[in-house]
């Protein structure tokens, strides 16, 4: 019987040194310390766009903004003018730019659209009470539609809106939004006057 | 060793002479996994003469017999050989239960009862060895799948979660070789990193009471464990070719076991799975391939009375998610609803492009145990587990992952399993763990879940008491501390639209700008504990009683989530001040077994207060347009439900096999129905077996899922511009029913005295039926997978 518990013991003590062992490599590994995380650069995040459409034979440009500050955090998008009015029989040369103002200074996000240009695509969509028409004037290397400029010729007075649609991945060449498909990165509607 | 034990159980032996010596002893001999009565079993009253053996029915009887303790020794061909100490007084009946080692290899078991180790008052149910193997190229989850009231929550075919009575991700603890895994099971699309060619026993507790492992498990546990092996010198084992038609592609997975008479064995096991696209009826199903490669190496000493294992496994999954289902805000969602076909249809191909998910994790594990001679048996366990969990979305610029965690935790156990005396059994233990989280910041993406540390300290007991013969008592309780050491940056305007600052004011670290970096400091204390019996009236009829409380910490999703979830188009915030969700549940299990009828009926309650759900809540706008926001909320719970299973025997090679399971669940506070709740379905099988034949075996299945006509209505209204009208965003509305109806066929080739070769050929989904599941995350976007034809070859040696 002796015998037994001296094995026993002598087992107990191999038991004690792997525990012994295996607290030491918890204690071990978990004691790095951690340096405070730091905050992450949103790249993906575009968080204002600006129309600027400037009449064809010059004159004050009018401004289309939509501003989302936090994201997809809590707080809509703020957009400028409640109602922006256009001249009735003029001609705009519209450009659009894209920002990311969660990052300082603020990165632009057109010009990664146009490095793409190939797997992106704005729309214009004008509301059938809307008396205007648009033209695309930037193409992507395949000579398909970009739409980071356009035309716009607003014609008889009248009132709508106007939705600005980027596309990623679309069907290219397409016909419009329906046989477009891809992803909606963007989607903002503004409120349109023509007088 | 085994010499002194010999000697002090024949000391003890010869302590009983005494007068009345009239007694008998009678019983049957068990398989202690799957209940088979074992036929030949030998059973010897250790320091007499006495030698019986079982007859065709596995029963025995010894006359002659004094008063007094026995040790009475089983064995049986197949299985270890163990002493049992019996008291008699007079005339007793007893089974004795035998571990099957030999066929164990071969057999994946499921259960609810178990060993000795789980739990002992929940029913079991088994997959046999066969079902197993078809289930080579498929998951842990479409194995589980095939039991009653076990579902799956999908994304596609090759994420498939566990769904135990209508409860998934962190209600479902998944214990893989004595390890608790621990690989983010908190996602909907995470699906569980186990290998299901390296599970050599798989066994499902529906219910939390298996207290030694977890007292969380608010929906149930599932023990994966490989296959145990033999004392002796051997060197075996096993390659399985699987190759099927939808994706084509193939899945290899071999293993090899050497042991040795003095206990020390090996065995490496290694996988390899590839597929492309997969395929609905009537297109392919672009971006939906599957890469995945793991293996396992175990190492070990098993002796009588002590030994170790040092386990390590590896496993690494590439996995294609439908390119149809990345879609931007709602009106996406309607153009995906409104058509019948997925967006994105392409070619065949064996690629992989994004989105998709790689999930590397690893595995290691230190054991050992040793027995005291008229104590137990005490083990201790080091484990270590590194997940790294990567996503990758569909983005603009570099290739970089959208989603970089990396989750590291260490365990350790010490457990006691102790005979008090010979009715009544303790377990007990401590458990200690360290996690640490890291969201790797370089993504460019705000973090899904923050940096965090958190520790554990866990202690149970439970008591088991075999009261007699016919009634066995067990009764268990578990304390759990839980701390988080958080470090989470909030969007200042969802802390302040939360009213965070007047709240949670303490935790922040500083301001900077549009965010707030906070420091949140949790703690949980949860009581967990189940109570329960098993009344066996006769041979034939047994009944399980089972009532277990389960405690679970909210997860770090549901606590801290807050942004755009891409995978399903809607933002999903957690909330801070959630505290933990205790379960109830109640469950009666009924058991009849005959020769040619056998059915189990097991109706349950779970009740669980504080049950964390989410819900949508409404529809915020930036500038990718509309999406509808889901916020985590707690309320009361309620699930009910009964799974059936029968079997009837026609003939000694006809059989017919039935499946039901009908689970409701409930907010009692809203009184509305709960969201994904499984709905109604049953399984029906006709066998055909003749062992002449080759162990020709064939089988028809019909599998029919009903429609789930209870569901919230969560639908919103979308504007679009296109068409100037506000549209319906029907995400609620669950499919239609379905029949499916899968065939299946195997037969067995002896090649020499230690191989045989099995060649099997199924084909699933028939009548290639398009259909939906309300359980698939994907099913707005596409149907399910067509036809299926599989060919696997499978060489034992």
């Known amino acids: ?195 | 060793m085994s010499k002194y034990a010999l000697l002090i159980l024949l000391l003890c032996s010869i302590t009983s002479i005494s007068q009345n010596c009239k007694n008998t002893l009678s019983g049957k001999v068990i398989d202690q996994h799957d209940g088979t009565l074992l036929v030949e079993a030998t059973i010897i009253i250790v320091g007499s003469e006495e030698v019986v053996q079982t007859d065709l029915n596995g029963k025995f009887i010894i006359s002659n017999l004094c008063d007094g303790t026995y040790n009475v020794q089983v064995s049986h061909a197949d299985c270890l050989t163990k002493v049992f100490i019996v008291k008699v007084f007079g005339n007793k009946t007893k089974n004795f239960k035998l571990e099957h080692h030999i066929e164990e290899l071969n057999q994946i078991s499921i259960k609810g009862k178990s060993y000795t180790d789980k739990s002992k008052t929940i029913l079991e149910s088994t997959i046999s060895k066969k079902e197993l193997e078809n289930f080579s190229s498929g998951t842990l989850g479409d194995a589980l799948n095939s039991l009653s009231g076990v579902s799956s929550l999908n994304t596609g075919n090759t994420v498939v979660k566990p769904l135990i009575n209508g409860l998934h991700s962190s209600r479902v603890v998944i214990i893989n070789n004595g390890v608790r895994m621990e690989d983010q099971e908190w996602g909907a699309e995470h699906a569980p990193n186990v290998d299901i060619n390296s599970v050599g026993n798989l066994t499902l507790i529906k219910g939390a009471g298996a207290l030694q492992y977890s007292g969380d498990a608010v929906g149930g546990v599932i023990v994966a464990e490989s296959a145990k092996v033999p004392v002796k010198d051997s060197i075996y084992g096993k390659t399985l070719l699987t190759g099927a038609s939808n994706g084509r592609g193939a899945v290899l997975t071999s293993q090899l076991t050497k042991t040795y008479q003095n206990g020390w064995y090996a065995a490496v096991q290694g996988t390899l799975k590839r597929f492309g696209d997969f395929e609905a009826p009537d297109y392919v199903l672009s971006n939906t391939g599957i890469f995945e490669r793991n293996a396992s190496l175990r190492l070990g000493l098993n002796r009588f009375d002590y030994g170790f294992e040092v386990y390590y496994s590896l496993f690494k999954n590439e996995i294609g998610i439908l390119r149809a289902s990345h879609l931007g805000g709602a009106q996406d969602q309607v153009r995906a609803l409104n058509s019948d076909v997925p967006l994105v249809i392409d070619d065949f191909t064996y690629d992989i492009s994004k989105p998709r998910q790689e999930v590397t994790h690893q595995l290691a594990r230190i054991k050992g145990f040793k027995k005291f001679e008229n104590f137990g048996k005490l083990s201790l366990q080091y484990d270590f587990q590194r997940n790294n969990r990567l996503e990758y979305d569909i983005r603009r610029g570099d290739d970089k992952a959208s989603v970089d965690l990396e989750l590291n935790t260490h365990t350790l156990l010490v457990d006691l399993d102790a005979s008090l005396t010979d009715q009544i059994r303790l377990k007990t233990g401590v458990m200690a763990g360290y996690q640490e989280n890291f969201p790797n910041p370089s993504t460019g993406v705000r973090r899904l879940i923050p940096d965090y540390d958190k520790y554990d300290l866990g202690i149970y007991a439970i008591v088991d008491y075999e009261f007699n013969d016919d009634l066995t008592l067990e009764a268990g309780a578990r304390f759990d501390y839980t701390h988080m050491d958080v470090f989470k940056f909030y969007r200042t305007s969802f802390w302040e639209s939360r009213n965070y600052g007047e709240q949670f004011s303490e935790i922040v670290v500083q301001e900077l700008g549009n965010q707030i970096s906070t420091n949140p400091k949790l703690n949980f204390y949860n009581v967990s504990g189940t109570i329960g019996a098993t009344y066996e009236f006769d041979d034939k009829n047994k009944l399980f009683f089972n009532y277990s409380l389960a405690s679970r910490a909210p997860n770090p999703s549901e606590l801290f989530s807050e942004g755009l979830h891409h995978s399903a188009s809607r933002i999903e915030l957690g909330d801070l001040s959630f505290n933990s969700e205790i379960g109830h549940k109640i469950a009666l299990t009924f058991q009849h077994e005959k020769e040619k009828l056998s059915f189990s009926m097991n109706p349950y309650i779970n009740t669980i207060n504080d049950f964390i759900v989410i819900e949508p809540t409404g529809v915020e706008q930036n500038l990718g347009g509309s999406f509808q926001v889901w916020e985590y909320r707690q309320t009361n719970a309620q699930l009910l439900g009964v799974d059936l299973d029968a079997s009837y025997t026609f003939t000694e090679n006809l059989s017919y096999n039935h499946q039901f399971s009908l689970v409701k669940g409930y907010d009692r506070t809203f009184d509305e129905p709960l969201i994904s709740i499984p709905s109604v379905n049953t399984k029906n099988e006709i066998v055909y077996q003749n062992q002449k034949i080759n162990n020709l075996r064939l089988s028809l299945q019909s599998d029919y899922v009903f429609r789930q006509n209870e569901y919230p209505n969560n639908n919103f209204e979308v504007y679009i511009p296109e068409t100037e009208t506000t549209e319906t965003v029907d995400v609620s509305t669950p499919p239609d029913a379905y029949h499916l109806l899968n065939f299946n066929s195997s037969i067995d080739f002896k090649i020499n005295k230690q191989s045989n070769l099995t060649v099997g050929f199924g084909v699933t989904n028939v009548f290639n039926t398009s259909y939906r599941n309300y359980l698939n995350r994907l099913r707005y976007y596409a149907d399910d997978l067509g036809r299926n034809i599989l060919l696997n070859i499978k060489f034992n040696y």
């Open chain 1, 1 to 195: 019987m002796k015998k037994v518990n001296l094995l026993n013991l002598r087992k107990m003590k191999n038991i004690k040194f792997i525990a012994m062992a295996i607290f030491a490599t918890v204690i071990l590994t978990s004691c790095d310390d951690d340096d405070t995380p730091d905050p992450v650069n949103e790249e993906e995040v575009i968080t204002t766009m600006t129309v600027t459409l400037t009449p064809n034979g010059g004159g004050t440009p009018v401004v289309l903004q939509t501003q989302d500050l936090d994201g997809d955090g809590p707080n809509p998008p703020i957009v400028t003018p409640t109602v922006a009015t256009l001249t009735s029989g003029v001609t705009y040369n519209g450009v659009i730019v894209l920002l990311n103002e969660t990052e300082s200074p603020a990165e632009n996000i057109t010009t990664e659209v146009e490095e793409e240009a190939d797997e992106h695509q704005f729309f214009y969509t004008i509301g059938s009470s809307l008396n205007a028409t648009t033209t695309y004037t930037s193409f992507d290397g395949n000579g398909n539609n970009l739409g980071t400029e356009f035309t716009l010729t607003a014609s008889a007075a009248s009132s709508g809106n106007l939705t600005f649609t980027l596309r990623h991945e679309p069907t290219k060449p397409n016909t419009g939004l329906s046989d477009a498909g891809g992803e909606t990165d963007i989607e903002a509607t503004f409120n349109i006057t023509i007088q």
